[in-house]
């Protein structure tokens, strides 16, 4: 499939706001997702957002889309350290299967 | 409390060997998915179902198998033409497939060869 790219690693301190983002190549893309991941364990769905959108918020999680530059980000406001996993961006194509990227991994620190 | 469950929760195969790992769920969802994880990679698709009785395969099904019998049963077999199946498997569900209804994961099985 199309390539998903995002950065490795992000560290933020407690408290302050974290951007995640992300890149997607796939123009066709009609939904966009943001998962979480603790160690050892499966995806949970944070927020998703459709391709007519450009914002959507949820409590402390703001997920911004440029559709024309193909930009997808997350923004955690007021990080805490359980907020320390990896966040996966993924776009759905062919109208099933996820399209993953490789995940960043956040580590907050006190 | 509803969800999906993925047993068992490791698993190690000998040489040869087939194995299988569970997916069940009790969300009423049509849809299933079977991913495998790879350390520091993101998930890659392995099967699909839409619908009880039939499944399609993903972009890396060689030396695996499945089965829909039953909406709430999605078991992965990992044959031993799988030549390198160590890694994570997650188990997904959702709705319908058209992507309006997110998919949801289980916990995951973490598969080692002996």
């Known amino acids: 499939g199309e390539d998903v790219e995002q950065s490795l690693f992000l560290s933020v301190r407690e408290g302050d706001s974290s951007v995640i983002n992300c890149t997607y190549t796939?123009?066709?893309?009609?939904?966009l997702y943001w998962y979480k991941q603790e160690p050892g364990a499966g995806l949970q769905l944070l927020t998703y957002?459709?391709?007519?959108?450009d914002m959507k918020q949820d409590q402390r999680l703001t997920v911004l889309l440029n559709k024309k530059d193909k930009h997808l980000s997350l923004r955690i406001a007021d990080t805490q350290t359980g907020d320390s996993a990896i966040y996966f961006c993924?776009?759905?194509?062919?109208?099933?299967?996820?399209?993953f990227g490789k995940g960043t991994s956040l580590l907050v620190t006190p | 409390d509803g969800g999906i469950t993925q047993s068992p929760k490791y698993l190690f195969r000998k040489e040869g060997q087939n194995v299988t790992l569970s997916c069940e769920q009790n969300?009423?969802?049509?849809?299933m998915y079977w991913y495998r994880q790879d350390p520091g990679q993101g998930l890659r698709l392995i099967y699909y179902?839409?619908?009880?009785?039939?499944?399609q395969k993903g972009d890396i099904a060689e030396g695996y198998s499945v089965s829909r019998e039953k909406k709430e049963s999605f078991p992965l077999t990992v044959t031993s033409a799988q030549k390198n199946p160590t890694a994570f498997y997650l188990c997904?569900?959702?709705?319908?497939?058209?992507?309006?209804?997110?998919?949801?994961f289980g916990d995951g099985t973490r598969l080692s060869i002996l």
């Open positions: 997904a569900s959702s709705a319908n497939s058209g992507g309006r209804q997110p998919q949801h």
């Open positions: 796939d123009s066709s893309s009609t939904y």
């Open positions: 957002i459709f391709s007519n959108m």
């Open positions: 993924a776009d759905l194509l062919s109208g099933y299967a996820l399209n």
């Open positions: 969300l009423n969802h049509d849809a």
């Open positions: 179902s839409q619908i009880v009785n039939d499944f």
